[in-house]
Every structure is written in C-alpha cells, then in structure tokens.
C-alpha cells in the first residue's frame, strides 16, 4: 500500500494567514530552516489506481494538484478519488468534502456523529443534492472492522467533543465525536493515523504497539504554547491536543514503540519542531522520531 | 488604489481537480502556453496598508500566501484585511470567510439577501460566535453607495439566481442574489467588477462607459462549451454568464467601450482564451481585452 502525507500541518497550515509567531515571521522572511506545511491530509492506495482520502483538509484543491497520482487520466470529468474516512467533524477535517462537489461520486465513513454534526443545519451540503447520489455517507461504528476492496480500516474513539458549532451535539453520542483511523493493508500491516490524540490509554498503546506505522498527533511542543501569541488561548490538553514534550507527552507515553514507525503529523504552526535548527527539532529525532512533511511517501 | 487580482479563475480554478477537458490535460502534461488560475478573487488597498477583499474564495489561504501585502506586519494575531464585499451567495464567493474564522475581526458586506442565503441554516457559521463581533456583516442596497475610510462601493443589481442549497431562496429578494460591485477610489476613479454577468442593459453599459477599468465575466468563450466535456451540462445563459464570443457575446456588446480598460476575469478551466496561443486568446486581445492572471496589478 501506498500512503502520501499531502499535509502535515494543523488546522491553518504554516504559515498562518493571520499569525505573526516566531516561526511565520522568520518563513516569511526566509530565515526559517524548514518547509512549509499545508493542513492535515493523508491519501493512500492498495493498487496505485484507486485512492481513498483520510479527512478532507481546506487545502485539498492544492494538495490533489501537487500529487499527480490523484489527476484524472481521461478525458471528461473523472478522479481516482473513491471515497473519504473522517476522523472528526472539525472544519479542518472536512471543509475540503466541499472542494469535491463537481459532479464526481464519492464514498465518505464517518461515524454517525460525525456525519450528523456535520450535516444537520448545514446549507453548504445541500450542494450534493443536485447530483442523486453523489455522496454515498456510510456510517461506522467505532471498534469495528470494514472491509472495502482491497484495504480494511477501523475508528478508534478517542476522548473528545463535536465542535462547538454543531447543532445540539448533545443529542449525539460523545464515544463518536473524535476517532483515531486504522487502515490495514491487504499485506495486513496497520497504519495508525491519530491527528488528536488527548491522552494514550492502555489499551490504545497495544494498539499501537501492533501497528506498523503510527502518525501521531503533533500539534504542540508545550501545554502553554498556543498562549504565548494568544493571551486567552487554551491549553494543548484543553482542546484535545497531548503536547509532544515533558514527562506527561507523547514522546514519552510511546517510548517504548521501539519497532513502530512513529511520525508527528498535524503540527501545528507555532511548534518549534517545524524549524530544523531547533533543539525540539532534534529532541523529537534523537527520540527515534520523525516528522512529517507535504508531500512524504510512506509504504505498508 | 492598489488593486491586485489574486485568483482569475472561475469555480474549481484551472486546472480543476476532475477535469480532463483538453485545456486541463495540456497543462498537466506541460504542453500548456499559458498559467494556472486559482479562483476569483480581489484585493484593493487606497493606502497600501489596509486591504479589502471582493468575494472570499476557496483558495484564499494560498492567495494570501502568495501576496506579501497581505501578510502580518507584527508579532501576535494580526492582518492588513479589514473587510470583504461579496457579489453573490455561490460557494466560491464565500467559502473563503471560513478560511478566516482566525481570531480576526473583519467587516463584511452584502445585500440582505446574500447574507441571509449565505448563513441561514448554515451551522458553518457558527464557528464565529466563538468571538464577540468577529464579523460585523453590513447588509446594503443595490444602487446606493456606502462610504468607507477610503473609498466608496456600489452593488449593481444583476439578474441572477440564490444557489439552489439556500433555504428558502424563494423567501429572499431576488434583486438582491447576484451584484456587480463598482469600487470608486479615493481620486474619483471608479472599477467595475462583474464576475458574473448574465446581459448588459443600455443603463449597465452607461455606468460601465463611466469607468476606468471593468473586469468582466469571461467564464466561457462559447454558449455550448461546458457541454462538450458534461453532455448533461447546462449552456452558459442557463447559468448566468454571457459568453465572451459571438454577436451575443460581452466582447460585441462592450465594443464601444474604448476608453475603458477591459479585462475578462472569472475564467473558466474550459475556456480556450486561457491558452496563449489559440485563436481565441489572440482574437479578445487583437478586440483591445487584457486576460486577467493570478498576481496583476491594477492602479486606479
């Protein structure tokens, strides 16, 4: 199985349009030592022919035209883009759902919460409705297998909330509101793809420990780090987000992952990872980690 | 004025991510003379430091990457975008606004009715609540001009349609769904810009007469030209576009306009002018019409 990060970024990417933190300052003025990243998403294909997404990213117009597996290869209206798994109803996860309405046919699984959140009170969706069955939205139950053509994948539920736009989310089930992804390869070997991760239970770390790879939320470096260009922001742990460093962190949590592939994905634009120079950059490597980038391949 | 076009695409920009139309497939394949259009999209400053948009486009977050007037100028959350005027409710007019749910406060202007087609039943939206006024939505009258710091605008009314996902569109003033908007600068020099033009009255001519520069829908060259790649495609007039060809088309019925500088925008993947080398690209030019591109300035 083919896997491609064609994001790697959280929600904004990096730069961010409206951010004057250390890191967009310096990229901006060339003086930053790394690249730049657009928001989370991942694509991946058994056969190199028919690719399914992970999330649906706001940058999704840009990230399928830099990849050109993903063009049509005939004429007329066409994609080898079949279907969609949603992670979590967050407008960065699913904006890019929209990007995809001309006319193409698309398979999307999210958990029933998911899709109500997303959904219910929605005007934008009813754009689909002008094509009978444009969008084919399975709902899956967290926990269980589901076999499609040639991979199977499972959501995890993760602790988590539906977002605060959502109409009466506490009508939905909160066990559906923020999933891990698990894709397993016809070889089966397991991806583990986890952009919010709140905290690693003991049953999620044997998970993980049979999985080949693992792309593990790397939103920030710190706890306060968001504060320190917004006085009023949140913690990392109060929106959904385990920090990457310190002794509560997932660097620590998944130390003993020895033998798994382990990548930060979804880094957000003021984490000091992104800058090469860092010593957080190095601490991350040195830890056996790696980061991951727009545009990375990856096999199972 | 400044005034920078940072998307000249239509819908989908060019190249368009299902598309394998013959514009489309050369420009993947390097055999294209000409370049990519990412959606349309406006930026004008009379001072250069504060910036308004005209629509927000999907493809904002990249437009404004792309565009170092429109970056942070300190350290923290801040931007140089004070405000947006929209011409219309289609979701590439305004999917952008979610692009900027930031932590920004930023003015927006419409009709009435735009508004109203835009957020009713849109819980998309309710992502701006998080922040007491981040957007102070303006709702004016077509016809009547509004006074900014700096300059003034006018919506002209068009004859068009609320797209077919708004609640209730029957419910809302159908002068009121589609707008051209005129910018009048600071020296009394005025802008037309019609991304969506479905005819020209004899009063719309007169006010086009009066201007420096229009910027005129150039979606399509032909009436027929979306059928050729969609058999089940509607014609341009079905869906409010005149076409920039033939005795009906905007070229013949802007012919006397030869004190103004005009510039086709809002171009269609399909359209042949996009390919400097056709026919097409050389007739609108030898007509006295500029082919807008992503990053031309204009200055009024």
């Not at 891990?180 to 991806?191: D, F, P, V």
């Not at 929106?239 to 509560?248: A, D, E, F, R």
């Not at 003021?270 to 727009?294: C, F, M």
């Amino acid at each position: 199985m083919r896997v491609r990060i064609l994001g790697s970024g959280a929600g904004g990417g990096f730069p961010q349009w409206n951010c004057g933190c250390s890191n967009c300052r310096r990229y901006r003025s060339g003086l930053f030592r790394g690249s730049a990243r657009s928001q989370a998403q991942l694509a991946f294909s058994e056969d190199g022919e028919d690719w399914y997404l992970l999330n649906a990213s706001p940058d999704l117009r840009y990230q399928i035209e830099s990849t050109p597996e993903l063009h049509p290869r005939a004429p007329g209206r066409n994609s080898p883009i079949r279907g969609v798994i949603l992670s979590g109803a967050d407008v960065d996860l699913c904006l890019g759902l929209l990007l995809l309405r001309e006319w193409h046919r698309l398979e999307v699984y999210s958990t029933a919460g998911v899709r109500a959140a997303i959904t219910n009170g929605n005007c934008f969706f009813r754009v689909f409705e002008r094509m009978t069955g444009q969008l084919r939205w399975e709902c899956v139950e967290p926990g269980s297998a589901h076999s499609l053509d040639s991979f199977s994948f499972r959501l995890l539920s993760m602790p988590g909330k539906y977002p605060a736009w959502a109409i009466d989310p506490s009508d939905l089930r909160p066990d559906q509101a923020v999933s891990g992804i698990l894709i397993e390869s016809r070889s089966h070997q397991t991806l583990a793809f986890l952009p919010g991760l709140p905290c690693i239970s003991p049953d999620l770390l044997n998970v993980l420990a049979s999985c080949v790879i693992v792309l593990v939320d790397g939103t920030f470096w710190s706890e306060d780090e968001l504060i320190e260009i917004e006085p009023n922001a949140r913690r990392a742990s109060e929106i959904g987000h385990m920090p990457v460093s310190g002794p509560n962190g997932s660097m620590a949590a998944l130390s003993s992952l020895t033998g798994t592939r382990r990548i930060y994905i979804h880094i957000n634009n003021t984490n000091p990872i992104l800058d090469e120079s860092s010593s957080q950059h190095r601490a991350v490597r040195e830890a056996g980690w790696e980061v991951a980038y727009d545009g990375m391949e990856l096999a199972l």
